[in-house]
């Protein structure tokens, strides 16, 4: 019998994604998630913009999630998803972006560092915390 007709016991089996409301996020967490999702929403349509390209504008000031909304694709060096308006639940993605933003106001720089260091490639790390700390301003 080969390898991939076993079956796996329900045990043994991949576990399901675990659930991320959205009414579990306080009202801060709720405005910076429709502001997110938004901004995700609004770079769909715009011309690429790098990483370095954004840090050394103003532009990253002025439109803040939408500067890490588009650059964070090229600092985890993959695709990120954002829902659309309106879902209930978080995506890993949003939520990891979330609690980024929330170690912020807990001044809690090494939880911080951890969640950056964990997913950023090393040479993007500094432009996504001063990312991060443009959008923590609103």
């Given at each position: 019998m080969p390898l991939h007709a076993v079956p796996l016991a329900p045990d043994l089996r991949?576990?399901?994604?675990?659930?991320r409301p959205v009414a579990h996020l306080s009202e801060k967490g709720r405005a910076r998630l429709?502001?997110?999702r938004n901004a995700a929403r609004q770079t769909?349509?715009?011309p690429y913009c790098s990483l370095e390209q954004t840090c050394l504008t103003d532009r990253h000031r002025a439109h803040p999630f939408e500067s890490l909304a588009a650059c964070l694709p090229?600092?985890?060096?993959?695709?990120i998803i954002i829902y659309r308006l309106g879902e209930d639940s978080l995506s890993f993605?949003?939520?990891w972006i979330l609690s980024m933003l929330d170690r912020i106001d807990a001044t809690d720089w090494d939880s911080l560092h951890f969640l950056i260091a964990r997913r950023v490639c090393r040479p993007a790390r500094v432009a996504v915390?001063?990312?991060l700390?443009?959008?923590?301003?609103?």
């Open positions: 991949p576990a399901k994604a675990p659930e429709t502001a997110l769909r349509f715009r090229e600092a985890l060096d993959r695709r993605d949003e939520a915390r001063m990312l700390g443009a959008c923590q301003d609103l």
